[in-house]
C-alpha cells in the first residue's frame, strides 16, 4: 500500500486502541501520596524528562536531517514544558528543584523506546504513538484540573502543553509518510506503534491495581 495509505490505516488502529484505555484511566506510573494535582505534576515531571532524554538519545543516533531537525524541536519543547511544570509546582509550594523525578529508574516504556534502533521504528513508537497517547492522557488531566478547580495548571496543558504534543504527533505523521514507504518499513513501524500501545494498557492496569491512580498528565 502507499504510505499515505499506511499511515492513515495506522492512525485507525491507534485510535480504535486508545479507546480501550479507560476514559478515566489513562497511561501512568505511580503516585506518591494523595491523588491531586501537586502530585499528578510530580508525575508529570517524569514524563517529560523521559520524553526529553529519549529525544536527545535519538537525535545524535540519527542521520536523516529531518529527523534530527524534529527531535531537536521536541527535546527544546519537553524541556520547556518540564520548566512550566517545576516553576507551577512552586507555585503550589512545592521546590522542585532538589527532586529527581528519575530516582526509582526509567520506566518500561522508555526502557522499549531507548532499545529501538531503526528510524521507521522510533517515530512510529515515539512521535506518532506515544505522542497520541499523551493527547488522551493531557485531555483527562485538563478535566481533573478543572474538576478540582485548579484553572491555572488546567490553562497551562490545554494552551501550551497539549498543542505542542498535537505538533509532535503531526511530525511524526510527516516523516511516516516519508519513511514507511515499503512492506517491511511498515511492518516495523505497525510492531513499534503495536507494542508501545500494549505497554500503556500494561502499565495502566499496574498502577490502577497497585496505587488506584488516574488522571496523571502525559509528555
Known amino acids: 500500500m502507499t504510505a499515505e495509505e499506511f499511515v492513515d490505516r495506522l492512525d485507525a488502529q491507534n485510535q480504535r486502541l486508545l479507546s480501550r484505555l479507560a476514559p478515566d484511566d489513562t497511561l501512568k506510573p505511580e503516585v506518591d501520596g494523595a491523588l491531586n494535582v501537586l502530585n499528578l505534576l510530580k ?3 517524569k514524563n517529560e ?8 538519545r535519538w537525535l545524535v543516533t540519527t ?3 529531518d529527523v534530527k531537525l524534529a527531535l531537536a524541536r521536541q527535546v527544546g519543547d519537553e524541556a520547556k514544558h518540564y520548566r512550566m511544570i517545576a516553576d507551577r509546582l512552586r507555585a503550589l509550594g512545592f521546590d522542585a528543584r532538589p527532586f529527581n523525578p528519575l530516582a526509582k529508574g526509567y520506566g518500561p ?3 522499549y523506546l531507548d532499545g529501538l534502533l531503526s528510524t521507521v521504528e522510533r517515530v512510529a513508537a515515539g512521535q506518532f504513538t506515544r505522542e497520541a497517547i499523551a493527547i488522551v492522557k493531557n485531555r483527562q488531566f485538563i478535566e481533573f484540573c478543572e474538576a478540582a478547580g485548579d484553572k491555572e495548571t488546567a490553562a497551562m496543558y490545554r494552551d501550551v502543553i497539549e498543542p505542542d504534543e498535537r505538533y509532535h504527533h503531526q511530525l511524526g505523521r510527516t516523516l511516516l509518510l516519508r519513511l514507511a514507504t515499503t512492506d517491511e518499513t511498515q ?3 505497525t510492531r513499534a506503534a503495536r507494542r508501545t500501545l500494549e505497554l500503556a494498557e500494561e502499565l495502566q492496569r499496574t498502577a490502577l491495581t497497585t496505587a488506584g491512580i488516574h488522571h496523571a498528565p502525559g509528555c
Open 63 to 65: 542521520d536523516e536531517v
Open 49 to 56: 524528562i523521559e520524553a526529553t532524554e529519549i529525544a536527545a
Open 43 to 45: 508525575v508529570a515531571l
Open 109 to 111: 516504556l522508555f526502557q
Open 187 to 189: 511492518a516495523a513501524a
